[in-house]
């Protein structure tokens, strides 16, 4: 089948360069500005130091630079390896891996037209995620595995908790698991994420639990003005932060209740509400976050169309922070909106079959 030039130039070669670009860290800060915390961390552990910085270190202005760990500890105990390595040999590792994460999360949905790789590497958040080294990527296949293994016995449990481990975020995971009736799924999960993660602070060292709530706090308070999720969307309109943090609880709770009635009403329209519910209700959201909307519009459709092109409405604000602006803040909410649950507005909905020969929920 004959390929027309335009396709393979704005969806083959461009985003091909677009990768290249961010990869090499070409816009702002050097490359894998958010890897380095986290390529720290585990040459700390690795060397039996303590990979949190102190809570009076963090800055405090509006303009301060992050580069502070603030994972859970199994985090750093994971990145070891990696903080084995020089770091430059770790980042472009690590990029690697991230790169073949996008192109695996849309494999293992289905997604086989070519068109929606190119839309997919070409999208900010994706780039974005790329140049910072973030977990993203990664946090979007295992999003992704979750959905394909949802009727797994074990499988499920554990990528719940690696996915929960490495961003808190996604603790809506979890309301998804009951809401959908998975009980044993969701009491297997728990026990996995407590023990693992209490696992990786038997390793870091106990006596950095107590801090870590607090470096929380002050980590979230600092980047308030910044991040671009409903918090900073309140922030942006000129809330003060208390106001702001009981938005997101608010939001939370409101989320979650409609996480428990979509899920048993449509476990597409359920699970496509708890990544929104996720990404919307954390209090620091930033814009590679949004990445993770590869998986509910790869959902909706296996080949390109209307819903791929979201992804690429974010370079109406592709700057990775909001710096306080409505405008950056609004753009990702309204695509997060518009990506996992505009289908069902418009009816267009695409119905999976559950997976043969698994386990039955329980």
């Known amino acids: 089948m004959r390929r027309e030039p335009i396709a393979w130039t704005l969806l083959g070669v461009l985003p091909v360069l ?109 780039l974005e995620s790329f ?23 074990w499988t499920l449990p554990a990528i719940v908790a690696a996915v929960v481990l490495a961003k808190l975020f996604l603790w ?73 943090h009981l938005s997101v609880v608010v939001l939370a709770v409101l989320g979650s209740a409609g996480i428990l009635v979509a899920a048993r009403r449509d476990p597409e329209l359920g699970f496509g509400l708890t990544i929104l519910v996720a990404l919307l209700a954390s209090p620091i959201s930033w814009l590679n976050y949004y990445a993770l909307l590869l998986v509910p519009v790869a959902l909706t459709s296996r080949r390109l169309s209307g819903w791929w092109l979201l992804l690429l409405a974010f370079w109406a604000a592709p700057q990775p922070y909001s710096g306080g602006s409505t405008w950056h803040v609004v753009v990702p909410i309204a695509v997060a909106t518009a990506a996992t649950l505009g289908r069902y507005a418009t009816g267009s909905l695409i119905r999976w079959s559950p997976l043969r020969g698994v386990a039955q929920p329980g």
């Open 172 to 244: 809506p995971l979890f309301v998804w698991l009951l809401a959908t009736r998975r009980w044993g799924a969701a009491a297997r999960s728990a026990l996995l994420t407590a023990a693992v993660a209490a696992l990786g602070w038997a390793v870091v060292g106990f006596d950095t639990l107590a801090p870590y709530p607090a470096l929380l706090r002050k980590m979230t308070d600092a980047q308030l003005h910044n991040t671009a999720g409903f918090a900073g969307l309140v922030s942006s309109l000129g809330a003060n932060p208390a106001a702001a």
């Open 131 to 153: 140049r910072l080294g973030t977990l993203s990527p990664l946090l979007a296949l295992g999003v992704a595995g979750a959905w394909v293994a949802r009727d797994r016995r």
């Open 18 to 126: 677009l990768v290249l670009a961010f990869a090499v860290g070409a816009r702002h800060h050097h490359p894998a500005y958010d890897f380095h915390a986290m390529w720290q961390a585990g040459h700390a552990v690795a060397h039996g130091q303590n990979p949190y910085p102190a809570v009076a270190s963090i800055p405090t202005g509006p303009k301060a630079q992050y580069d502070e760990f603030i994972y859970p500890a199994v985090v750093a105990v994971a990145m070891v390896p990696m903080g084995l390595l020089p770091f430059g040999v770790a980042a472009a590792l690590f990029v690697l891996v991230l790169i073949a994460a996008v192109a695996a999360t849309l494999r293992l949905l289905g997604v086989r037209d070519w068109r929606c790789y190119g839309v997919a590497f070409a999208s900010i958040p994706v």
